[in-house]
């Protein structure tokens, strides 16, 4: 039975006016100080230097495509979800695609218990703050992080005191 399916289309229009510096003095300060020494009698003028200094103007227009289908079915004591995630940026012009599926068996006991084990690949797009290096330029060749994981578990429902309690491993 399929239970989801959705398609986005989202535009990105970014404006970024960037002007950073730093500035340190002497001593390590970062803001200046005056000659405050007791009995100080030098007139020397302070020197304050900016040690770094970026200035840039970048803009972005992008189109971000996603969709996703999900699969779910019960057989039996088993059940089953399943889909899949893709995703396609105009920016850097990566296509990801993510299958997960999850599998939940109910033994027939006496013990309300539910053992799940479940897989998949998933992608964290990049934002915009992670495209700009420390240059205050573009990395177009920038990629998604990416983590797949494998996960296995139990719920246990049971009452205690009068109350119903849920032990998740």
Avoid: C
Avoid at 10 to 18: A, G, M, S, Y
Avoid at 27 to 40: E, Q, S
Avoid at 70 to 77: A, D, R, S, V
């Amino acid at each position: 039975l399929i239970t989801g399916l959705q398609k986005d289309l989202q535009k990105e229009n970014i404006t970024d006016h960037i002007k950073e510096w730093t500035l340190i003095d002497s001593a390590g300060f970062t803001l200046p100080h005056p000659n405050d020494n007791i009995g100080d009698t030098l007139e020397e003028p302070q020197e304050v230097l900016i040690t770094d200094f970026l200035k840039s103007e970048l803009s972005i227009s992008s189109y971000r495509h996603s969709s996703y289908f999900q699969f779910n079915k019960e057989i039996g004591n088993f059940s089953l979800n399943s889909g899949v995630r893709a995703s396609y940026w105009t920016f850097n012009e990566e296509f990801l695609l993510s299958p997960r599926i999850n599998l939940a068996y109910i033994p027939l006991w006496e013990k309300d218990i539910i053992f799940r084990a479940a897989t998949g690949i998933y992608y964290q797009s990049p934002f915009y703050r992670e495209l700009r290096d420390l240059e205050g330029k573009l990395n177009p060749n920038i990629e998604s992080q990416k983590s797949t994981h494998f996960v296995l578990g139990s719920d246990y429902l049971f009452y205690s005191w009068g109350r119903p309690f849920k032990l998740i491993s």
